[in-house]
DNA sequence: CCATCATGTCAACACCTGTACACAAAATAA
DNA sequence: TTATTTTGTGTACAGGTGTTGACATGATGG
């Protein structure tokens, strides 16, 4: 029943909306590459580069912060759908650090061009897009908090300690996306590089969180 | 003799040439406050602001993307005071790490709109913009796993190994940048718990450290 | 079928943009 | 002083921008 009102209020009962919708956010994101910003582009270009009018725009978005909005909304539910995934899997064990790393940059390459949208408007956007990316970042982190007090060797650690923690770890990860994303998807050789260089201070992170309680 | 060359080509001969341009530079600082970007600001709305007219614009720099370029400058050039003035201070010893956390929050604060306009163009900026600003960090990361290679702890660690650790660290500065930045200048108890935590990150770090060697 | 309503189009507006060109003012050099 | 160079001004143009309002189209629900 909620799915079915869901996407009656998505899609409406018109298909096009659907269809203008999607060319609209694709147009945007596809944009962002090209151009340097989010907050460069402009309303008509977008519509240009979506094949449709200007003022057809308002027929699914306010203004352009919205459709950013949708599209901060769309990539983290993308990225949870990620955690998910590993979650299922289960908890990270030190062997499988390097796996998890591997999996996450190919997440990365296959959805280049969201990732690319957070990483610019993360400190860059207008001020609502910077609070909605700032406030899924922090429940991003988190939830590798709890994830982490599972973890029998930090069972003891306080939640204070474990938040800490967990926004190393993603400091880590982010640093990692923005520097997969800033070097072209045919250096292969770089990109281990990086993968390389990524779980080692992974492993230096969970060695550091091992000796930690004895403080 | 070499700074009289560059004090004439920076000023010229005529006094005027010195305070436009700086004007110029002042005011895009001011703006990137108010609006959200570097790139988002036009050529006339600086030149408004530093009280010129448009073409005025022309007699320092040939467009927005050279006076972006002259700000990344300035900003690093600020930054690496600092670090001089840090290695002067000796060598981070454990009890130094607090002492140095709270230090560098109060040059960031003091320096806010340099560190702002960094941290917004460092993905957002154009490709010219986003490719100084990483070098110069390259370059800070790089100076700081030598200095890392001098502490007797780490004597023996590898130099890819050096340099991974003092990404972790750069990482986790920027970090604690951009988080500062984020906060209003007013709210010292959160501008507090932000620096203990970061002191910790770097404690944690420097625990991981010590035990890597053994890897 | 017809009426309704969501969606898309067209034309127009007032405004802002980067840049070119000719000219004025001011500082320096002789 | 006078001549020269640098710096700032004023005007103008072609083009892009967000947003309005009136109108066309096509699918949906009765």
Redesign the interface.
């Known amino acids: 029943m909620d799915r079915k009102v869901e996407q009656t209020a998505e899609t409406r009962r018109d298909p096009r909306r659907g269809r203008t919708r999607r060319a609209l956010l694709d147009a945007a994101l596809e944009l962002v590459e090209k151009k ?2 989010f ?2 582009l402009s309303l008509r270009l977008v519509a240009r580069k979506a094949g449709v009018v200007p003022t057809a725009f308002y027929r699914h978005f306010p203004d352009m912060d919205a459709l950013g909005l949708a599209l901060v909304d769309e990539s983290f539910r993308t990225l949870r759908q990620l955690m998910r995934d590993v979650r299922a899997a289960g908890v990270p064990h030190k062997q499988a650090i390097n796996s998890s790393v591997q999996t996450y940059i190919r997440y990365v390459r296959t959805n280049t061009r969201h990732f690319q949208f957070v ?9 609502s897009i ?1 609070n909605a990316i ?1 406030q899924e970042i922090r429940l991003f982190t988190s939830e590798l908090a709890t994830d982490l007090s599972r973890i029998p060797l930090l069972a003891k650690t306080s939640a204070e ?1 474990l ?3 967990a ?2 770890m993603v ?2 990860m982010t ?1 990692l996306t ?1 520097q997969v994303l ?1 070097i072209p998807a045919e250096d292969v050789a770089e990109e281990l590089f990086l993968a390389r ?1 990524a779980e ?2 992974l ?10 309680r004895s ?1």
Chains 1, 2 share one sequence.
């Open positions: 340097d910003n907050t460069a990483a610019k408007e993360r400190f860059s956007g207008s001020q910077r700032r300690d938040q800490m923690m926004s190393l400091n880590n640093s923005e800033d260089m080692k201070q492993r230096l992170i969970f060695l550091g969180a091992a000796s930690w403080k």
